[in-house]
């Protein structure tokens, strides 16, 4: 079973960038597909983005394609989130996430993730 930890969140203006990190434990990092979500205050946790087992599939949600970038470090196991050209609207709580699967697919459904970290909230300022 792995747990997760996110870390690299806090306050940013408009335009900035942060890179999120999520430090795995307890499994075998390469077993797992990875992803992040997010959720703002009244909202669903939505989809982000994800990243297969190899690194070899990539998947993002509308809203920050060419913006986020997810990639992942299996001799650290660790993925990030590169976040860049940030926006009010990406202010969330920010969720990574895992899957035991070793395939190309790409899962947006939280149903597929069954390893959650606590979360580290992004605050985009004016």
């Known amino acids: 079973q792995v747990q997760l930890v996110e870390s690299g969140g806090g306050l940013v203006q408009a335009g900035g960038s942060l890179r999120l990190s999520c430090a795995a434990s307890g499994g075998t990092f390469g077993n797992y597909a990875m992803a992040w979500f997010r959720q703002a205050p009244g909202k669903e946790r939505e989809f982000v983005g994800a990243?297969?087992?190899?690194?070899?599939?990539?998947y993002y949600a509308d809203s920050v394609k060419g913006r986020f970038t997810v990639s992942r470090d299996n001799d650290k196991i660790t993925v990030y989130l590169q976040m860049n050209s940030l926006k009010l609207g990406d202010t969330a709580v920010y969720y990574c996430a895992a899957a035991q699967y070793k395939g190309p697919v790409i899962f947006t459904s939280r149903s597929h993730y069954a390893y959650w970290g606590q979360g580290t909230q992004v605050t985009v300022s004016s």
């Open positions: 990243i297969n087992y190899d690194g070899g599939s990539l």
